[in-house]
């Protein structure tokens, strides 16, 4: 048996109009990409529907699953590969009725062994951990330590992803504990060198 790679899960930022879908070009083709979030916040459906467009038509192109964050209406409406899911933003049960056998479905479970496990037990592909680290991506109320990660894989099979703050400075803390995918925001979109450059780090650091 050998482990799987950890992969990268990237996450939009809020703003994803203007020039953000050629960016999002770059970004994947400068290495391997497992997933793409399309968190956006206060835009009306069919607004957010537009905006998804390009970038869905990206994510397709290069064979990255096109998740929605909270929104399992937009996510059926668009016909995304998945939803992510807040504490507050549903039932996966409910999430699955409306999207089907193959859409993947990620909780977000904080630092909570309990909730995890809920979530597993709801039906859930995969459990988000964190915030790891310091993040401005979004207001962290829950610090999480690199050793949940590690029971969740002596436990578990559900794939785990590690989120909050991460950087390719800080990411090999969490890889090594069992991230089984490393979702980042700020990590690459505000990289001084630009996104291209980060995830081709990000790329590197996790073909080990």
């Known amino acids: 048996m050998t482990t799987p790679q950890c992969q990268l899960y990237l996450i939009s930022p809020l703003e994803v109009g203007g020039d953000f879908p050629a960016v999002l070009a770059a970004a994947l083709a400068a290495g391997p990409v497992a997933a793409f979030q399309f968190r956006v916040k206060g835009v009306e459906q069919h607004e957010a529907a537009r905006l998804a467009e390009p970038l869905q038509a990206l994510c397709f192109a290069h064979d990255v699953a096109f998740i929605v964050n909270d929104d399992m209406a937009l996510a059926k409406r668009i016909g995304a590969d998945g939803v992510h899911l807040g504490q507050g933003d549903g039932d996966p049960k409910e999430a699955r009725r409306l999207l089907g056998l193959d859409a993947q479905i990620g909780v977000t479970c904080h630092a909570s062994r309990h909730l995890a496990m809920e ?84 790329g590197k650091l996790l073909a080990g």
């Not at 785990?160 to 490393?182: E, H, Q």
């Open 119 to 202: 979530a597993g037990e709801a039906g859930a592909d995969y459990v988000a951990f964190g915030a790891f680290y310091p993040t401005a991506t979004k207001t962290v109320e829950h610090h999480a330590d690199p050793e949940i990660l590690s029971w969740w894989q002596g436990m578990f099979e559900l794939p785990c992803v590690a989120i909050g703050g991460i950087t390719t400075d800080n990411a090999k803390a969490l890889v090594d504990a069992g991230a089984d995918f490393l979702a980042v925001s700020g990590g690459v979109w505000n990289d001084p060198g630009g996104a291209a450059a980060a995830v081709a780090r990000f």
